[in-house]
């Protein structure tokens, strides 16, 4: 009798063990801000959050609720991971098997880019935040969707350079200006930019990170992420979200801002954006405005983004559950996961007691 409870036991323990190696792996590639890649392997049933803190584990990054993973969706779009949902739900996993406990997701990558921009980049307390910071505004100054004057985009490539290359040297600037392109037409700056950089001299690495994402902050376009709408007549335009409210963008002038403050609610109903204002606006005299975008799948991702613009930047803790707030739609329980700006930065204090050490 005791020998067969015995049995069962170990029967038991080996069925478990069986099942706990069979479970299915995934194995996730991601771009980080510097081109440089990982495969990270985390389990199928895992929450994305689970993943996205394996990323930040990484980078030994501290500061992590300013950045997000962006991957393509299975709409064609690109969408930010949400961390309160299971990663597989998220990627759909419609991928071949490759081995029992594997899948093969190898079309599949993530995005590590900034997702909140803070007004004053001051705030950001570690130097390596700064550091991925200014890896995201050379990207963006490099693909064009930073757009700035020539003066202010030679002094954000003079910044760049100082902290790539150190002081001002003539052979060795030109040199670099004609092998790395930072800025489209680059080749009608060069003497600007060289300009600048004889200025910087005796700049640190660090510091230069500083100076750039000070450059950086005052322009139209900082941490600015276009999505294609039409207005309520017709007109193409793009919607963006940032620290302060929701913007209204045609091309790359600003038309419109409806701050957090007048805003009464944020929805979204099939492909259409809705902001219900506080006050009536325009010679209508409507209390809300209709935004129609592409799709209702890149109209829910937009609203998603302003839920966790409008938490981060203004909430004073993470909400705990969704309740009817001025950015509720129905039919949606989504909500943001992470830190607000005000517990990080409390968290963080005064900033680093001692310069962190990374590599460039």
């Known amino acids: ?9 170990r029967l038991g323990s ?10 299915i792996k995934l194995r996730l590639r991601v771009i980080f801000l510097d081109d440089s890649e990982r495969t990270f392997e985390v389990e199928q049933r895992v929450l994305g959050g689970d993943f996205f803190n394996k990323v930040c584990g990484h980078l030994k990054l501290l500061e992590k609720e300013y950045f997000g993973l962006e991957f393509r969706h299975h709409s064609g ?12 739900k998220q990627i759909k996993c419609e991928f071949p098997f490759v081995s029992s406990s594997s899948l093969d997701t190898s079309d599949l990558f993530f995005r590590f880019i900034v997702k909140f921009f803070p007004p004053d980049p ?10 991925l910071f200014a890896l995201q505004i050379k990207q963006d100054l490099s693909n064009g969707s930073l757009t700035c004057h020539d003066n202010s985009a030679a002094l954000l490539v003079s910044h760049i350079l100082q902290s790539e290359l150190g002081d001002y040297d003539e052979e060795l600037d030109c040199h670099h200006l004609e092998m790395k392109q930072y ?5 009608y700056l060069d003497h600007k930019i060289i ?83 506080h006050d009536k606006v325009g010679p209508s ?25 409008h938490a981060f930047f203004r909430l004073a803790e993470e909400p705990k559950t969704m309740h009817k707030t001025l950015l509720f739609s129905k039919g949606s329980s ?27």
């Open 334 to 360: 989504f909500r943001y996961s992470g830190r607000t700006q005000k517990q990080l930065l409390e968290c963080m204090g005064s900033g680093e007691k001692k310069p962190s050490h990374f590599e460039r």
């Open 285 to 309: 005299c409507k209390d809300t405005l209709e935004f129609s975008m592409a799709s209702r799948d890149v109209c829910k991702s937009f609203w998603k983004t302003c839920v966790e613009y």
């Open 183 to 187: 800025v489209p037409n680059q080749e």
């Open 122 to 131: 001051g705030q950001l307390k570690r130097s390596l935040t700064r550091y």
């Open 1 to 9: 009798m005791g020998d067969r409870h015995g049995r069962t036991r």
């Open 195 to 277: 300009k600048f950089h004889k200025k910087h001299r005796g700049a640190s690495p660090a510091d230069s990170d500083i100076h750039l994402l000070e450059v950086a902050r005052k322009l139209d376009m900082y941490g600015i992420r276009p999505h294609a709408a039409n207005d309520g007549e017709g007109m193409r335009i793009n919607l963006a979200v940032t620290h302060s409210g929701v913007l209204v963008f045609q091309g790359n002038t600003k038309i419109n801002t409806f701050s957090w403050a007048k805003i009464r609610k944020l929805s979204f109903k099939r492909k259409h954006f809705l902001i219900k204002l």
């Open 14 to 23: 080996l069925t478990t063990k069986s099942r706990v190696s069979k479970e």
């Open 77 to 88: 779009n690109y969408v930010w991971l949400e961390l309160l949902k299971p990663l597989a």
